[in-house]
C-alpha cells in the first residue's frame, strides 16, 4: 500500500464540478484532493473485498442474533415503543438497497480491520463511484480501480423498481449548509432514474403527515416510497416519529427502520461477543477492561469522528468535541492507522446487497473528522 504524491490536474475544480461534486473545497482547502493518490496491488483489493463481504455475512448473523434476543437492544438508544416496529421489520424483510460502507483501518499486510459500518446514510458515494473513476480515467487510462458502485446501485434500483408503487420514489435530505447531503441525494436520484424510476425531490421539513397518518409531501401528494438521508434516531426524535412508526406500511422506506441495528456502534460489542476470532473484527465492549489499556472510545450514535477519545496504555493521546454525549459509548481496542507524512487514510468498502462495489479513501488526522480529503486511488500489479 503507497501512496504517491501527484500533481493536480489543471482547472480540476471545473472538471469535478461537472461530475456534479460541487462541495470540492472546504475553508479554502480542497475536500476532494487529486495531490496524492493511493496505490494497491490486485492482491490487496481482493483481501479488501473479501473482508467487507465477511463482515456483511456478520452484520446479518447479528441482526438474527437480536431478533430472538430483543433484550439486548437496550443499549441501543432505541425508543422503547420504536423497538417492535425495528425488529418486525426485520423478520419481514421488506425491500431494501441493502447498501453501506464498511471502514476500515489497514497497512496493507494481514486483514482489514473493521472500525464501523455506515450505513443509513453513507456518503461520498459519487467521490468513490463517478469523480475518481474519471480522475483515473484522464491521469492513468491504463490502470484498473476498485469502483463498481455506480453500477451496482444502477442494478440494485433495477430489481427494486417492481416493488416501488407506480415505479415512483421519493428522495429526501435536510438542507444542509455544505451541500454535502444535496450532492448525495442529487446523485442517488439520478442512479434511480437511470434505472426507470419516476423521482421527486423533497426537503424532508416539507414532509407532512395527512388527516389519515400517512406521509405526505409538499403538494399533498402521498409518499409511497421514500429513499432518506436523514438518520433514523432524529427520525423517531421528531414530533412525527410516533406517526411514522405507527404506520410503516404506509411507504416503503429506504433504507428501512431496522437499519438502526446495523448503523449504531452498539453493536460492535455484540459482533465481538458473536465471534471473538473473526480475522476482521477489533475487540470491543462496554468498558476499557474489556477491550484493553490501548483502545478507542465512541458514542455508539455520532457523526462525523466527533465525542471520540484515542487511550494508549491507560493514557489520552488523541480527542474530539461535539454534541453526542446521549446514549451511551463503547470500547474498541486501538488500532493504529498507518501514517503517511501526517496522512492517515481509512479504507471505506462499499458493498451493495451484499456484494463488495468499491474503495473510497478518506484521510485527515489520527481521529477522521469533518476536515478529512477524499483521496482517489489505482490498482497497479
Known sequence: MERRRLRPREGW???VEEQGLVWHTQDGKPYWDESAAYVFTLRQI???????????????????????????????GIPDWAIDAVL?????????LDYGR????????????????????????????????????????????????????????????????GQRLWVTHHADGLHEDTVT?????DLASQAGLETRGVLIDRIGIDGEGRIVDEEDYLITALFKLYPWEWIVA???????????????????IWKMLWSNKAILPLLHELEPKHPNLLAA???????????????????????????????ETARSEGPYREFGQVYQALYPLPSFDGAYPVLGVWTVGGEAAGLGIREGGRI????????PHIIEG
Open 13 to 15: 475544480q471545473a472538471k
Open 46 to 76: 481482493e483481501t479488501l473485498e473479501a473482508a467487507a463481504e465477511r463482515c456483511h455475512e456478520l452484520f446479518l448473523k447479528a441482526g438474527d442474533h437480536l431478533a430472538k434476543r430483543p433484550e439486548k437492544l437496550a443499549r441501543f
Open 88 to 96: 418486525a421489520e426485520w423478520k419481514r424483510d421488506r425491500p431494501a
Open 102 to 165: 464498511f471502514d476500515f483501518g489497514w497497512d496493507g499486510t494481514g486483514e482489514p480491520k473493521l472500525f464501523e459500518y455506515n450505513c443509513d446514510t453513507p456518503t461520498s458515494m459519487l467521490e468513490c463511484g463517478v469523480v475518481q473513476w474519471q480522475w483515473k480515467e484522464e491521469v492513468f487510462p491504463g490502470h484498473d480501480q476498485f469502483t463498481s458502485l455506480h453500477e451496482k446501485l444502477i442494478d440494485r434500483w433495477r430489481y427494486l423498481a417492481r416493488d416501488l408503487p
Open 185 to 189: 441525494t442529487t446523485y442517488m436520484r
Open 238 to 256: 421528531e414530533d412525527y416519529g410516533r406517526e411514522i412508526v405507527r404506520r410503516m406500511d404506509s411507504c416503503l422506506w429506504l433504507e428501512p
Open 285 to 315: 465492549g462496554w468498558d476499557a477492561a474489556s477491550v484493553g489499556p490501548s483502545h478507542v472510545v465512541k458514542p455508539i450514535l455520532a457523526r462525523e469522528g466527533a465525542n471520540i477519545f484515542i487511550v494508549e496504555g491507560g493514557h
Open 368 to 375: 477522521t473528522a469533518d476536515d478529512a480529503r477524499f483521496v
